[in-house]
């Protein structure tokens, strides 16, 4: 059965460290592709947001 995973954080590094953790529970030849975005929200007062997100299919 084909699965996904979605990771949504505010710091790329989190993202790294949450994606890493669920990877090592999976074995490699599982993944079949692993999707990436960056978004900036900016407000009125001029602070920005940044929100990495990925998105994991895998064979489970």
Do not use: T, W
Not at 33 to 59: R, T, W
């Amino acid at each position: 059965m084909v699965q996904v995973k979605l990771f949504d954080c505010e710091h790329e590094e989190d993202l790294e460290e949450e994606m890493n953790q669920f990877l090592e529970q999976i074995s490699p030849r599982d993944v079949i592709d692993i999707k990436y975005n960056v978004a900036l929200i900016g407000d009125a007062s001029g602070e920005q947001v940044f929100c990495f997100s990925a998105l994991i299919i895998y064979k489970n």
